[in-house]
């Protein structure tokens, strides 16, 4: 396969590309929970194809999760540092007026 590493959390993606010519990083291992379904075209390249829910795969493709829904780097920390403030609460902080500017 074509297996790189993700260059945030440093595992294993392999690309594929999408019906729109677009790559896209997958995890190398099917996932029956995924939603790209991955085959290999006459060239032996990866394409994948979005399914919708409830739509199954071919039998000749297999189903991968998108890297992006399993990085580890993406993933927020369970609780924010102590020095750091939400942005919902630095927005309420600011005021967040709505009244327009006047103009001279």
Same mark, same amino acid.
């Given at each position: 396969?074509? !297996?790189?590493? *993700?260059?945030? *959390?440093?595992?294993?993606? +392999?690309?594929? /590309? =999408?019906?729109?010519?677009?790559? +896209?990083? $997958? ?15 006459? #060239? ?6 979005? $399914? ?16 992006? @829904? =399993? *990085? &580890?780097?993406? %993933? &927020?920390? @369970?609780? $924010?540092? !102590?020095?750091? #403030?939400? +942005? /919902?609460?630095? %927005? !309420? $902080?600011?005021?967040? !007026? /709505? #009244?327009?500017?006047? #103009?001279?």
């Amino acid at each position: 396969m074509n !297996s790189q590493v *993700c260059s945030q *959390c440093y595992r294993p993606v +392999i690309w594929a /590309t =999408t019906v729109y010519e677009r790559p +896209i990083p $997958l995890d190398p291992d099917p996932d029956p929970d995924g939603n790209q379904a991955v085959m290999r075209d006459g #060239t032996g390249a990866l394409r994948t194809r979005q $399914l919708k829910k409830n739509q199954e795969p071919a039998d000749f493709e297999r189903l991968h999760m998108p890297h992006a @829904a =399993t *990085c &580890a780097a993406r %993933r &927020a920390p @369970a609780r $924010l540092p !102590s020095n750091v #403030t939400p +942005i /919902t609460s630095a %927005r !309420s $902080l600011r005021g967040g !007026s /709505t #009244t327009p500017r006047r #103009t001279p």
